[in-house]
Every structure is written in C-alpha cells, then in structure tokens.
C-alpha cells in the first residue's frame, strides 16, 4: 500500500509544477532491552512506517513527510502544498539546484540474514554476557542494550526509479564499570551490523568482549593517568575508527567542503585542496558501502544511486569527495551513493558509509617492535573536533606505555591529540590487519539526524600529544 502512495506522490508534484520527484516509503520495527546488573529494566518494542517526498521545482527543494497515509486526496494536498512552497521560494533563489544525471534503476535487494534475531535468543545471551563481567573484582555495575532493527524501504523516482531494499541490524551494546576507593572506571564496547544474530553469536564474539572489557576495567583501578607527552602512537583499529570518522570521514562530506553545514556542524580545513597533498604515501582512505555487514552496507542510497567504493585519499594526495547528485553537479563530477536520511521523515544528506584507512603492509606486533619510546592508544571513547576538522582530540579506553618495542605499562584517562595535517604527514606505518567497527550515533543537520555508520582501518603508527584527560 505504502508503495501504491509513493507512485501516486510522484505523479501529484509532477501534475503541480515540480520538474523532478522521489519517494521513500519506509517501514521500520524496533525490538530491544536494557538489563543491568542481570535485571532488565526495559523492552522497547516500535513500529513507525511513512513516506518521505522531496521534489525540486524551478530550481527550489520542497519536501513533505507523512505517516501511515490514509487516502490519496490527504496525500494530494500536502505534496502540492509542499511544490508551492518551492516555487515560493524559487523566486528569490539566487542558486537554482541542479542535479548530475543518474541512471534509473529497478532492483529487489534484500539484505538476508544468516540469523534471524530473536529477543528471547538476544536476552539469554546478555544475561551470559552479564554473568561474564560481573565474574572479575571491583566491577560495580554491568549494563547490556541490545537490539534489532528491521528495515523495509522502497525508493522511486521521476527518473523511473523503483527500489526495493529489506535488510535488518543486530547491535548490542555493552560496559562494565569497576571501582574502588572512589576511583571509577569504565569500559565498553559495541558489536554487531548490518545481519543478524550470526554477527554477534560466531566464535562467541559477544563473550570474549564481555570477558574482556570486565578484565580491563578491574585493572583500570589501579593503572595511573599519563604524563603529557609527544610521542610515537600506535592505534588499534577500534580507535582508528573515530579517528576515521571524525577527521577524515566528515570533512570529506561535500556539503561540509562547500560551507553548507558551516552553520551547525563545521566544515572541512581541507576544502580547495583537492589533487593536494595533505598527509604521507601511508595515508589511504576509502569510503565503501558495499562492505558486507557494515553499518553502511547498502546497494542504493537514499537517491538510487548505485553504491560504489569511493577512494578519498590515495597516497596522501585528496582525490575525492561524497557527493549528491546536487554537489556533484557544483563539483563537475558523477554522484557516488552519499546521500542518506535517518528515516523518512528526513530529507537525504551527504553522510559517510564506512569510512576506513586503507590496511596497508605491515604485522601490527612488528609495528609496536619498532618504537623504542610510545604508546599503544586502543579503543574510542569522546571525541572533541573543531569546526574545520583540523585541531582534534579523541580519549581512549585505555593505553599501555611502549619501551624498546613492548607494551608496559597499563595508563588510564588517556587523551590523544594532534592537528590533521602535522599528524597524517607523521604516519609512517599502516597494519596488514583490517577491522570496521559499528558506529550508531553520529549526528548531523538541522534538524539533527542520527545515522548508522561503519568505520575502520588497519593499526596505524604516528606522532601526537599524549595526555591526561583534565591536566
């Protein structure tokens, strides 16, 4: 029925004035809980389906979002509503919109899973998860979220686009918190992606996490902050991940190169600088939504274009942005599945996929053999990243001090900090090893969407400032 509306959509802006029209008709359930200390303390259980019409006329967006529409007059009266609205505002429009070509495609994609997840399967799995952290000393408090989504969305367009993708995401989301004499210390971790219970389940995953960010905790009691400190870095891919995301994931957006989020979300330092040189020949970043299980796994994005392996950075050299097709058409390019909205009642923005530094040649033990005086930085916590994505500073879980090639030394409350270019000139090193970890609440727009994303890479080996969080 919702698929029957969105046909109908089209043909109502097109009928009103608008020179181009797409659809999304979604459907989305939501079942989870939250246990603590080995007592749930909430199910979730959601259902919210709709439609998202944006249509472009003379130049000018307008969009209109309804839920569960009951007739084709009530749908009729807020899309022309909203095809005025534009023309309206094309008037005064001083930058008429206009779009890169796109082909049109028709495709049934559904993202299977090897697992169907269930919640009476997820519940006896936390309550084993629970039992694990709560095994090691000081641990005070254990708390599991976990939760599954499933996802049914239809896209069609003027262009003659009908697109049909089903797929469901696994997430659970786990920390142990110790203390002792005062001093609290937390650890967690988020598993999961785009699949079911398999990806959560296989080599008992789930456990071993448990087990460990239980252990680490414990032992975070006792570990002392770190001295400030400019030193050689080895990251683990965990905290690659953030760093991906934060410093080279969203300034690669191209409506943030162009200014167009300055307002409420930033912008990018490197905007200009594309063919430029901005980091050392270990420095490769590709944004890729075709990477199985991934948060960012898709086949089309929230425009029907084909989703396709975006290089960002190549050698250190800038070769690329995530375009629209609206972005593309200012940058004299072809529009690379960018565009994606939390839901249908959201217009698409640019968001990264899976953003990840490329793995490179490197053993990951060999990289930490070669530093006679650093740190190994492991597992993202809070980032703080200035407007243009140039000055940065990530916490991590945890770090243990190198000396003559071997991890010591277990710091706490440990902040990593640099600017972009001095700190991706310094890399010198990437891992053979390849990780995406699950990202589940990035923020961006006004108003403000939360997106699912993956980001990754390999180890990787640099020079910052090392820190204690306060000092």
Known sequence: MLEDFADRAILFALQSGAQYCDVRAEVVTTDGFLLENGQIEHFTSKAESGLGVRMLADGAWGFYSISNPKSSDELREGVVDATKSALYYAQTKKHKVKLADS???VDLVIHRAARE???EEMVKLALECDKMIQTKKRIQTSSIFMHYDK???YFASSDGSKITQSYVDTIA???ATANESGLSETVSTTEGGRGGLELITEKDTLLMRAESISEKASKLVDARPAKEDKATVVMNPDFVALLAHEILGHPSE?????GKEMAWAGGAWWAGKLGTKIGSTEVDVIDDPTIQSSLGCYKYDDEGVL???KSLVKDGVLVGHMQSRETASLFGTSP???MRSTGYSFMPLIRMACTCIAPGNWDPDEMIKDVKSGYLICDMKVPSIDMMRYNWSIS??????IENGECKELLRDVLVMGNAPEFFNSIDARGKDFTVRPITNCGKGDPMQIMRMGNGGPHIRGVATVKSIGN
Not at 254 to 258: C, G, I, K, S, W
């Open 103 to 105: 082909k049109a495609h």
């Open 117 to 119: 997840p269930t919640t």
């Open 151 to 153: 996802f049914h969305k």
């Open 173 to 175: 989301s786990l920390s």
């Open 254 to 258: 191209a409506d943030r190169v162009l």
């Open 307 to 309: 989703a396709s392996r």
């Open 336 to 338: 690379n599945s960018a």
């Open 396 to 401: 991590c879980q945890y770090a243990q001090k």
